[in-house]
Structure formats: C-alpha cells, structure tokens
C-alpha cells in the first residue's frame, strides 16, 4: 500500500491557460473522488467514479472542468481556460468498495492562477 | 449539502478534554472524520453508521444520533499531537459521496 499518489504537487499557470493533474489511487480502490479545498475550508466534493464510471459530478462544477478514469485505475482532472478562482489545493481520495469505507487522501496538488 | 461544525476553532490546554459537534439538514447514512494537519492530506479517524452507535479510537471517540442528524466527537486528555482541523463529512442517504464541513481547528497548548 503505497497511498494515494497525485502530481504534480504544486503548478502555477497563467490565467486562461489549460491544466491537468493526475492521481494513482490505492490500487485496490475501485472508488476515486476529486475534492477541491480553499484556505479555511474543507473539501468541497468535485466528482466521484466507480471504476471508469463516473457516476456523480457537483453542480457547482463549470464544463471547464473535466475528469476522466480510463481503464479505472489512474484519474486526471483537466481544467481548461483558468480562472484566478479556480485557485486552490486539488484532492484525490480513493476508498475500497463494499459498504462504508475510509477515504484515503493524496497530498494534493495546489494549483495557483496568476 | 454541506454539514455544519461547531466551534470553529477552540484552544486547549495539554490533558484538557473537547467536544467538536456536526449537523446536517439531510438524513443520513454515514458520519465520517477527519484530521488534516497544515499543509498535509486529511487523515481518517473513524465512521459511524446510522443506528446511533458510538465509536472510539484511543482517547478520541465519537457518536452519532440519526434522528437529529448530528454527530458529536470527544477528545478526551488531549495531547499535543491531537492539534489540526477536524472535518466531519456527511453521507447523506442514498449519495456516494461525502460532504465535508468547514472544519473545527483545535489547538493543544503545553
């Protein structure tokens, strides 16, 4: 069990700009969740796949961004045209599936839009 | 959807206990929580299921009442390394995923 591995750990981008991030989930884990988290706020739930499926995504995500988990293994969020709000540390959690699990965080990656 | 943690912060002495409480407007099926240090991943510290079982790990323990759809933790006889913010994250009924309040940021002082 290695943990839950997302690159890159930090990116800086120019406003306007296309960024995409990966996360290697817990390799047993068939469940894999993006979350994005501001300065003073908890994670706030971005998407959530089931195997390759992606079976949940927040309203409050714009269709600048996109997720994707081929094969079901790795996960990459892309966002296109960056916006100065769209600043923020970027989540990956995985968990097994079968009932309540944990979820299990990745370090994230903190995105900063200049 | 997202739960609602009380206090915001709170500041305790080395062997002092707290209560940290969460609620949601939506019944749920699960109550997780979390630890998150600064600048690192949120860790997992344990899950109640509906049915208003308590749970506890070490000196930390927690509860769940699903009627009020509130969940209280307890540290008890905190020490320095229980400092970070706690999350719960709420899972409503029927959802796949967890909703996570704005974090209680405790502080343990020698």
């Known amino acids: 069990d290695t943990g839950v591995s997302q690159n890159p750990r930090h990116k800086i981008t120019k406003r306007g700009q296309n960024v995409t991030f990966r996360c290697d989930p817990i390799?047993?884990?068939?469940?894999l969740y993006w979350y994005r988290q501001t300065l003073g706020q908890g994670p706030e739930f971005l998407t959530y796949f089931q195997n390759e499926a992606q079976l949940e995504k927040s309203r409050l995500l714009s269709d600048r961004f996109s997720a994707e988990r081929p094969k079901g293994s790795f996960s990459t969020l892309e966002i296109q045209r960056t916006e100065q709000g769209d600043s923020a540390m970027y989540l990956c959690?995985?968990?097994?599936?079968?009932?309540?699990?944990?979820?299990?965080f990745g370090n994230g990656t903190r995105l900063t839009v200049t | 959807q997202q739960p609602v943690q009380s206090p915001q912060a709170v500041i305790l002495r080395e062997g002092e206990d707290a209560v940290i409480n969460c609620s949601s407007s939506k019944a749920l099926y699960s109550v997780h929580w979390y630890r998150q240090k600064h600048g690192e991943a949120p860790v997992f510290l344990m899950i109640?299921?509906?049915?208003?079982e308590q749970k506890g790990h070490e000196k930390i323990s927690a509860s769940f009442n699903e009627k009020k759809q509130q969940s209280s933790l307890y540290l008890t006889a905190s020490q320095l390394s229980y400092s970070g913010t706690y999350f719960c994250?709420?899972?409503?009924?029927?959802?796949?995923?967890?909703?996570f309040g704005t974090g209680t940021r405790l502080t343990v002082i020698p």
């Open positions: 959690a995985s968990a097994h599936d079968g009932g309540v699990t944990p979820l299990h």
């Open positions: 109640l299921l509906k049915g208003g």
């Open positions: 994250g709420t899972e409503p009924t029927g959802a796949n995923n967890l909703f």
């Open positions: 390799s047993e884990h068939n469940r």
